[in-house]
């Protein structure tokens, strides 16, 4: 598995569209509603090169087949422990292009884009 930091994760999803351009990659946000609400990073596909899907940690079990497995994903979470568990258990599950963002969307906050408020 793939370790990102938030400032990698625009050039990984460009170099995964280089690879296929059918598959789309995705950041896939593991937190609560409550935390995509009190912030989150900026899902503009054309902009970041990536499609953002929010899918909680708790329901990915049930929702892991709605994803493509061949599609490249990057797990986000708020400090980078859960989004690691969505990831190996995407990978245990035969996903082979797999990501973790590491430090979350704190990280992405604090790193890369200080428009998204801290929690």
């Given amino acids: 598995m793939q ?18 351009p059918a598959l789309t990659p995705i950041v896939l946000d593991v937190r609560e ?14 902009i970041n090169g990536f499609k953002l899907v929010h899918m909680p ?3 990915v079990p049930a929702r892991y087949p709605e994803i493509d497995r061949h599609q490249p ?19 245990q599950n035969g996903f082979t292009q797999v990501a ?5 969307i704190n990280a992405w906050a604090s790193q890369h884009d200080p428009r998204i408020p801290l929690y």
Avoid: I
């Fill in 33 to 46: 509603a409550w935390e995509v609400q009190t912030a989150s990073v900026p899902g503009d596909e054309a």
């Fill in 73 to 91: 994903v990057a797990c986000l979470c708020h400090h980078g422990a859960r989004s690691m568990q969505v990831a190996y258990f995407l990978e």
């Fill in 3 to 20: 370790q990102l930091q938030a400032g990698q994760v625009s050039d990984w999803a460009q170099k995964m569209t280089a690879a296929n």
């Fill in 57 to 59: 940690m708790r329901t």
């Fill in 100 to 104: 973790n963002v590491q430090g979350g």
